[in-house]
T-cell receptor, first 114, second 115 residues
Framework: GAVVSQHPSRVICKSGTSVKIECRSL??????MFWYRQFPKQSLMLMAT?????????EQGVEKDKFLINHASLTLSTLTVTSAHPEDSSFYIC??????????FGDGTRLSIL | AQSVTQPDIHITVSEGASLELRCNYS??????LFWYVQSPGQGLQLLLK??????LVQGIKGFEAEFKRSQSSFNLRKPSVHWSDAAEYFC?????????????FGSGTRLQVQP
């Protein structure tokens, strides 16, 4: 079946650094990719939606300058957390969907900012 | 805007017992409904989905769910729970919203299985 690969699965870095998370659709063309954030013991909250070749649409309250999203190809979207701080520590999950495809989720990235 | 409510934050059942996880949604039209399972530190796995047609949907791992429009519900059931079913379960509604087609998730129900 369709697979979405998310990398890295876990990252620990110092406050102030930038972190890039990749989301790849392995066997289908993802016309739309979604980025979710999940705090411990909470549900997934949509951060942004990205369509290939266009700017991402951010949900209310999500800082677009903080969370940079690039969807340059039909198989890859990246989320860059810029100048990360401890409050950015969270579990980030991407999902991708193509034509006539439901959303397929990656395995998530656990980001820990020291 | 659409919303999803999972009234039960935490449920504990004995292995072999039946299970029902509740989900209620709010949406003006017929929604697309999903159930996902998440093991600790892992991503989401789709258990089943409802788009249209038969309101009783069969999924993987022996799960099923029934869409009841009159009750705005999409409860997840399993006749006999296995210890490996212990996880977090999320109900989600998908809508066609300006082409974004994002999912709105419920708050989740944590299932604990007792031996």
């Amino acid at each position: 079946g369709a697979v979405v690969s998310q990398h890295p699965s876990r990252v620990i870095c110092k406050s102030g650094t930038s972190v890039k998370i990749e989301c790849r659709s392995l066997d289908f063309q993802a016309t739309t990719m979604f980025w979710y954030r999940q705090f411990p013991k909470q549900s997934l909250m949509l951060m942004a939606t990205s369509n290939e070749g266009s700017k991402a649409t951010y949900e209310q309250g999500v800082e677009k300058d903080k969370f940079l999203i690039n969807h340059a190809s039909l198989t890859l979207s990246t989320l860059t957390v810029t100048s990360a701080h401890p409050e950015d520590s969270s579990f980030y999950i991407c999902s991708a969907r193509g034509l006539n495809q439901p959303q397929h989720f990656g395995d998530g990235t656990r980001l820990s900012i020291l | 805007a659409q919303s999803v409510t999972q009234p039960d934050i935490h449920i504990t059942v004995s292995e072999g017992a039946s299970l029902e996880l509740r989900c209620n949604y709010s949406y003006g039209a017929t929604p697309y409904l999903f159930w996902y399972v998440q093991s600790p530190g892992q991503g989401l796995q789709l258990l089943l989905k409802y788009f249209s047609g038969d309101t009783l949907v069969q999924g993987i791992k022996g799960f099923e769910a029934e869409f009841k429009r009159s009750q705005s519900s999409f409860n997840l059931r399993k006749p006999s729970v296995h210890w490996s079913d212990a996880a977090e379960y999320f109900c989600a509604v998908g809508v066609e919203d300006t082409g974004r087609r994002a999912l709105t998730f419920g708050s989740g129900t944590r299932l604990q299985v007792q031996p």
